[in-house]
């Protein structure tokens, strides 16, 4: 059945360093999301992507979606502590999540 | 919105008793699912529903765990008897359209239900 890999499992940075997280998959996905799941919270959407090569902003946060679709990363520009939490991407099909990326974060 | 609703919010049980969890989802969204999230599986989908009808039970661990979906507005997860291994946070979550749907991938947690069995 399909996977989606999520690397890496931890991520501890100092504030104001960069922090990106990759998901992969086994089989080509429609589309992918993103959740952020702050300590001791619940999972809570971030972003959709569907089209091959996709590239979405939201403020410090850029999302890239493969050209071949199997493929997806979540880069933050500049962490702050607010972006402290686990961050999970989740393919379409099967709506599997990834194991997420924990990041810390040293103010 | 208040967005979707689950309760207990914890729960301690014994071995052996019987754990009901609820689920109100967001009223208009038409799929259901039920998560199970552990430190060492991470989030596992249980069940879906569609239009109150179960789509996909293939992460049901095993007979003890039971799912339903009365009416639009209402789940229940049950574990019949309950064990240690259950002790976990049980995320319920809704969406628009069905899963097979680019739409019904977006999808609304709930705050969960932290179970703890003794």
């Known amino acids: 059945g399909q996977q989606v890999m999520q690397i890496p499992q931890y991520q501890h940075v100092q504030e104001g360093e960069d922090f990106t997280t990759y998901c992969n998959s086994s089989t080509t996905l429609s589309n992918i999301q993103w959740y952020k799941q702050r300590p001791g919270g619940h999972p809570v959407f971030l972003i959709q992507?569907?089209?091959?090569?996709e590239v979405k902003k939201q403020k410090r946060l850029t999302f890239q979606f493969g050209e071949a679709k199997k493929n997806s990363s979540l880069h933050i520009t500049a962490t702050q502590t607010t972006d402290v939490g686990t961050y999970f991407c989740?393919?379409?099909?099967?709506?599997?999540f990834g194991q997420g990326t924990r990041l810390t974060i040293n103010p | 919105d208040a967005g979707v609703i689950q309760s207990p919010r914890h729960e301690v049980t014994e071995m052996g008793q019987e754990v009901t969890l609820r689920c109100k989802p967001i009223s208009g969204h038409n799929s259901l699912f039920w998560y199970r999230q552990t430190m060492m599986r991470g989030l596992e989908l249980l069940i879906y529903?569609?239009?109150?009808?179960?789509?996909?039970d293939s992460g049901m661990p095993e007979d003890r765990f039971s799912a339903k979906m009365p009416n639009a507005s209402f789940s229940t997860l049950k574990i019949q008897p309950s064990e240690p291994r259950d002790s976990a946070v049980y995320f319920c979550?809704?969406?628009?359209?069905?899963?097979?749907?680019?739409?019904?991938?977006?999808?609304?947690f709930g705050a969960g239900s932290r179970l703890t069995v003794l």
């Open positions: 529903f569609n239009n109150n009808v179960p789509i996909d």
């Open positions: 979550a809704s969406s628009l359209g069905g899963a097979s749907l680019s739409g019904a991938n977006v999808l609304t």
């Open positions: 989740q393919g379409a099909q099967k709506l599997v």
């Open positions: 992507l569907v089209k091959s090569g």
